[in-house]
């Protein structure tokens, strides 16, 4: 059927070169892969156009079938022309070779592979990608690819500064979600949140003096009181050139040898009650002569729960309990802030998830009192971990109330104000 053995044995060839051409584009680096999608492109199109492939430089050129026939019409008068020794070749080789510059065409970029087009969007930003859908419904369609979006999610999210209970990626792939990767940056972008229509400290100091308000009562704990960020304190109760803290004063314990803070304000205006909890004293803090002892088997503020005796029991962020009059406390306590080392190295962060799952559990703490992590670092030369990460390690896809994580420095107060506002802001919307 297919004429003569040669043209069978040319038909066999193709094939063969095809298959080889696809199977290396599957088993080949990204490179080759581009490379082989081109050519293949380039086969499509060879009714069309006669192409060029320079691999080197990752340029391709083609011109239309009737340039190429003419120009190759015109190399045979140009052969004819030199054996018979005219000398006009050189200057007709020269005519055609500008008309055939004149009909150099660059291939359409919608007329590309797919994985082309996804490898040239892969060095794209997300806000670059969305005019670049904009343009037609082609690109739309392009843009929309689901493995797009999530490397552009993993590209990004270390980058950003803060994280919500309502914005955290962990949570959506957590419980498969149906949500598309684009939907899940969308939701979990602070750039592209909606920003609050109102600002409770943006009040002036005259009228803030007429609205009725309670200062809540906050309390403050987890490892980052244990380490260098521990000077935090210190700025909160007013020890700070900037004065955006002032320290008011003292109140007592609620509870026996638990709950002793101090009255701060922010700006002269928002007022709280800070609670300090410490996981011990200095001495207990830095005593490791007990083997094989945990954060949490050191913490003076946990105690094991009954299920911490069965090995088959709960997981072990859940194998410990606040001490009675700790629980006591977070009873009667309107908001809570967990403060954590962000310098410190990634297997250090998880060692603070048992006192965090503990203090928050919901069988002594309101569910509605919301949550403020602040991921601090001790001053602007200390390298820190992206707020993403500490949120992975800290497991707070599994903390079911309203919360918030802030990117924070100590020395600069960077991060805890916006902070601080937000915890504010949430308490009054209870």
Same mark, same amino acid.
């Given at each position: 059927? +297919?004429?003569?053995?040669? *043209?069978?044995?040319?038909?066999?060839?193709?094939?063969?070169?095809?298959?080889?051409?696809?199977?290396?584009?599957? @088993?080949?680096? =990204?490179?080759?892969?581009? &490379?082989?999608?081109?050519?293949?492109?380039?086969?499509?199109? #060879?009714?069309?156009?006669?192409?060029?492939?320079?691999?080197?430089?990752? !340029?391709?050129?083609? !011109?239309?079938?009737?340039?190429?026939?003419?120009? %190759?019409?015109?190399?045979?008068?140009?052969?004819?022309?030199?054996?018979?020794?005219?000398?006009?070749?050189?200057?007709?080789?020269?005519?055609? $070779?500008?008309?055939?510059?004149?009909?150099?065409?660059? /291939?359409? +970029?919608?007329?590309?592979?797919? $994985?082309?087009?996804?490898?040239?969007?892969?060095?794209?930003? @997300?806000?670059?990608?969305?005019?670049? #859908?904009?343009?037609?419904?082609?690109?739309? %369609?392009?843009?929309?690819?689901?493995?797009?979006?999530?490397?552009?999610?993993?590209?990004?999210? #270390?980058?950003? *500064?803060?994280?919500?209970?309502?914005?955290?990626?962990?949570?959506?792939?957590?419980?498969?979600?149906?949500?598309?990767?684009?939907?899940?940056?969308?939701?979990?972008?602070?750039?592209?949140?909606?920003?609050?229509?109102?600002?409770?400290?943006?009040?002036?100091? +005259?009228?803030?003096?007429? /609205?009725?308000?309670?200062?809540?009562?906050?309390?403050?704990?987890?490892?980052?009181?244990?380490?260098? !960020?521990?000077?935090?304190?210190?700025?909160?109760?007013?020890?700070?050139?900037?004065?955006?803290?002032?320290?008011?004063?003292?109140?007592?314990?609620?509870?026996?040898?638990?709950?002793?803070? +101090?009255?701060?304000?922010?700006?002269?205006?928002?007022? =709280?009650?800070?609670?300090?909890?410490?996981?011990?004293?200095?001495?207990?803090?830095?005593?490791?002569?007990?083997?094989?002892?945990?954060?949490?088997?050191?913490?003076?503020?946990?105690?094991?729960?009954?299920?911490?005796?069965?090995?088959?029991? &709960?997981? !072990?962020? =859940?194998?410990?309990?606040?001490?009675?009059?700790?629980?006591?406390?977070?009873?009667?306590?309107?908001?809570?802030?967990?403060?954590? &080392?962000?310098?410190?190295?990634?297997?250090?962060?998880?060692?603070?998830?048992?006192?965090?799952?503990?203090?928050?559990?919901?069988?002594?703490?309101?569910?509605?009192?919301?949550?403020?992590? =602040?991921?601090?670092?001790?001053?602007?030369?200390?390298?820190?971990?992206?707020?993403?990460?500490? @949120?992975?390690?800290?497991?707070?896809?599994? /903390?079911?109330?309203?919360?918030?994580?802030?990117? @924070?420095?100590? #020395?600069?107060?960077?991060?805890?104000?916006?902070?601080?506002?937000?915890?504010?802001?949430?308490?009054?919307?209870?």
């Amino acid at each position: 059927m +297919f004429g003569d053995e040669k *043209t069978l044995s040319n038909v066999q060839n193709i094939l063969a070169k095809q298959e080889a051409d696809r199977s290396s584009f599957i @088993a080949g680096d =990204l490179g080759s892969g581009l &490379d082989v999608s081109l050519k293949y492109m380039m086969q499509l199109y #060879s009714d069309t156009y006669a192409v060029t492939l320079d691999t080197m430089n990752g !340029t391709a050129r083609c !011109t239309t079938t009737s340039e190429v026939s003419g120009e %190759s019409s015109s190399n045979m008068s140009n052969s004819n022309l030199i054996e018979e020794g005219n000398g006009s070749a050189e200057s007709e080789r020269t005519e055609k $070779q500008s008309e055939h510059e004149k009909g150099i065409a660059g /291939i359409p +970029f919608l007329h590309l592979p797919i $994985q082309v087009h996804l490898h040239i969007l892969s060095y794209l930003n @997300a806000s670059d990608i969305c005019r670049l #859908s904009a343009t037609c419904q082609q690109c739309q %369609s392009i843009c929309a690819d689901e493995l797009l979006w999530r490397d552009v999610l993993k590209k990004e999210k #270390s980058s950003w *500064t803060e994280l919500g209970n309502t914005s955290n990626p962990a949570l959506y792939e957590d419980v498969n979600s149906d949500l598309g990767y684009k939907e899940i940056y969308m939701r979990c972008n602070p750039h592209c949140a909606r920003q609050e229509q109102f600002d409770i400290l943006s009040i002036p100091r +005259f009228l803030w003096s007429f /609205i009725p308000h309670k200062a809540p009562k906050v309390v403050m704990f987890g490892p980052g009181l244990d380490s260098d !960020t521990s000077k935090i304190v210190h700025k909160l109760i007013g020890n700070d050139e900037s004065g955006i803290f002032q320290y008011q004063g003292m109140f007592p314990a609620s509870q026996p040898g638990v709950g002793t803070g +101090f009255n701060i304000s922010m700006n002269n205006k928002a007022q =709280l009650g800070l609670i300090t909890l410490y996981s011990g004293t200095k001495r207990d803090r830095t005593n490791v002569n007990i083997p094989n002892a945990t954060r949490a088997d050191r913490n003076k503020l946990l105690r094991p729960t009954a299920a911490s005796n069965n090995p088959d029991g &709960d997981e !072990t962020d =859940l194998k410990y309990e606040p001490i009675p009059a700790v629980r006591d406390l977070c009873s009667g306590t309107d908001a809570f802030i967990f403060v954590v &080392d962000s310098s410190a190295s990634v297997e250090e962060l998880p060692e603070g998830r048992p006192e965090l799952f503990a203090m928050m559990s919901e069988r002594w703490t309101p569910n509605k009192a919301p949550l403020l992590i =602040l991921s601090c670092v001790p001053d602007c030369e200390s390298s820190k971990i992206p707020c993403v990460d500490v @949120a992975e390690q800290l497991a707070m896809h599994r /903390i079911n109330r309203t919360w918030k994580m802030f990117d @924070a420095n100590v #020395s600069t107060l960077s991060g805890v104000v916006e902070g601080i506002t937000w915890l504010l802001e949430a308490t009054n919307r209870r």
